[in-house]
């Protein structure tokens, strides 16, 4: 069973947040962060592969205006990764698929808490959200 110091987890999303800082255009980081907040209903709604399905998507659109939303899913997957150590790729949504059906119900528990750590550090490093 994985043991999370809360400081490790918070730190965790803090550092991911501003590996998305740094990657996103200075004008998409208020659309980042209200992305950000909207990942702990997304993950409960969709689950973690449809996530990096939609990294994926977004990540490779032509238009800035949208190609943030990747970063934010992909940034947020390789975060969760690092965090548990559990094997998966997070650029690859079928090995979430093909994930045994406990491990995966106990990550995409544990990503919806992260979520929720990332929506509160959110406005902190990437600003006010503004609307998508």
């Known amino acids: 069973m994985l043991k999370l110091d809360t400081r490790n987890f918070s730190l965790s999303a803090y ?5 998305v800082q ?22 409960s709604s969709w689950g973690l592969h449809r ?16 190609r ?3 970063v934010v ?11 548990t150590k559990v094997e998966f790729d997070y650029r690859n949504p079928k090995s979430l698929m093909e994930m045994g059906i406990h491990e995966y119900t106990g990550l995409n528990r544990l990503a919806i808490e ?3 750590e990332w929506s509160f550090w959110s406005v ?3 600003g006010e959200a503004e609307d998508t």
Request: charged share 25%; proline share 2%; net charge positive.
């Open 15 to 19: 550092t991911g947040l501003e590996s």
């Open 51 to 66: 996530l990096a399905g939609d990294g994926l998507k977004y990540s490779d659109a032509r238009s800035e205006d949208t």
């Open 73 to 83: 899913y992909q940034e947020f997957l390789k975060t969760l990764k690092e965090l």
């Open 22 to 43: 740094q990657a996103v255009q200075v004008n998409s980081r208020k659309k980042a962060s209200g992305i950000v907040q909207s990942l702990p209903s997304y993950i």
């Open 114 to 116: 992260l979520a929720r």
């Open 124 to 126: 902190t490093v990437l």
């Open 68 to 70: 943030y939303k990747g």
